[in-house]
């Protein structure tokens, strides 16, 4: 979480005048995105009320080519009533602009906050929209394929290598085996759409119990719907460090998407295996940005040991996990 | 410049309870300040209407007991006309409250950028906004001491070592000579106020070519009038490495604080012996900066020949570089 950029007053105030959006009344760099930087801008606004955006500077990990593919997604999902920032668009129609060789996009700012210790009415309200989002997104009509696959986590799990692995916990290499069984038994036959895939409280923004924002879709990519459901399941359902489950949290997770959308039999079925394939893919991720950040950095590691626990829960607990009710 | 703590959604939203601004909209940790987290917070405002503030968390160098005077002088100036944030005092009328074992303010948000590359019109307006700061300070009532004059920066640069510091760069050592003759040639008899000591073109925002905010005061503190304004003439006139000085924009912040506030002849004469008193101090400190971080630190050192070149710069020109006209 950083401003990787600096971007000088004066530049600012002439990529704004490529907008309709008035003139620059204020910027402050804001903490937010491990990929990006990201400002908190303001304008005079079109009606000389004042409007504000995030600007967003793409640095490192968005391919340029996924660029569209994003920033229509969130056209499209707002156009179609979800609770996500649209782009703003310039005066000829583009949805990104390119500075100093850097893509740079203008997004709605939406309201809200972020929460901490979600109560049951809003984790209701965070399945609700996860589902609005996946019917909004099957009329999408662009696709991009997962990356971070059950297959890539293993892939990226042996990349680290054993020994790395047991110098971060003795328990992670077991985790190469596991990820083998995920792989044999993933289904491949439930239904499909644009995810968000990475919706942890973080990239949600609340009012009260309402969801007012998703936000930060840029792992988005095609995946079954029941498995964006797990992600979200595993991402906050548990205490931090993946010691303690929330069964409440998690029955007013999927209440709240069931409201929406209904779970078929086969996609309730697969929920235990899912959530380890979610689960897993932030053990590996983690592990491997573990092993290339030096251990005084000053960039926080996170413990991939975290997932690894809500992995082995999932294992252990399988459907009753997923179960109506306290 | 960064959020040095994460603060639980609803840990800010009772602190903000706190106060008669509505309810928390939202919160985004904005990458400003050197010695302190900030979030820039939106609530529904007391009408109903949504307003703006900086929640300020004092992180580390700033002493508890001087909290009062930062606070109390930002209400003092903003009382007085000065486009200085007010502080926003809480249901009890407190100025700070304390969380987690840290001070927190809540400051009223003003619009503005901070331009890298000031034009004459705006270095005109920055002059005037000091001198009307200084003149406002006068009825202050509170002072507070510089603790890093030309006699503690002789000192930090003796502490460093004539070693450590030809390593940063083999001219740095001859600046410990060049130190103690500044304090020798110290005036000790200039009008004096509470000056702002820090004014870089960072802790001023501008809409066009009008000031909208001097902020961050928190290195305040009762010096000579005319030493404040040699700081902002050292910190707005240079090239970054301080290698090319811009006269048109020294001369304007000097026309602009004499339309508030005439030099008398003794500060127009001091004015290069204060200007390298500025310099020394910044060089100085970044000086023990750099020693104090490790080379492969993910902080960026800020460099002190900087605003070495800067006073030898005043040395050589002498009160030619304050001269009015190009």
Known sequence: MAVYTHLAAEDLAALIAAYDVGDLVSAKGIAEGVSNSNWLIETTGKQGRGERFILTMYERRIELEDLPFFLDLLDHLAAHGCPVPRTIHDRSGA????????????????????????????????????????????????????????????????????????????????????????????????????????????????????????????????????????????SWCFSKQGTSFDHAIGSAIIAGYESQRSLSDE???????????????????RAEDWI???????????????FARRLDFYRSEGVSAFAAGE
């Open 95 to 234: 949805s990104f602009r390119m500075l100093d060789g850097k893509a740079v996009a203008l997004i709605e700012f939406l309201p809200g906050i972020s929460v901490d210790h979600p109560t049951a009415a809003q984790a209701f309200s965070v399945g609700a929209a996860l589902a609005q989002m996946h019917l909004a997104s099957l009329h999408f009509g662009q696709s991009r394929p997962n990356t971070l696959d059950v297959a890539a986590s293993l892939q990226t799990l042996k990349s680290c290598g054993e020994e790395p692995l047991a110098q971060i916990d003795p328990a992670l290499p077991d985790y190469i085996g596991k990820a083998a069984e995920l792989c044999d038994q993933w289904p491949s036959d439930l239904p499909r759409t644009v995810c968000h895939t990475d919706l942890f409280p973080d990239n949600i923004l609340m009012l009260g119990d309402k969801v007012s924002a998703l936000i930060d879709f840029y792992f988005a990519c095609e995946d079954s719907m029941a498995y964006d459901l797990a992600v979200t399941h595993a």
């Open 267 to 285: 996609e309730r079925a697969a929920l235990p295996v899912l959530a380890q394939g979610a689960c897993l893919r932030f053990v590996a991720s």
């Open 292 to 306: 290339s950040t030096p251990a005084d950095a000053l960039v926080t590691r996170k413990d991939p040991m975290d």
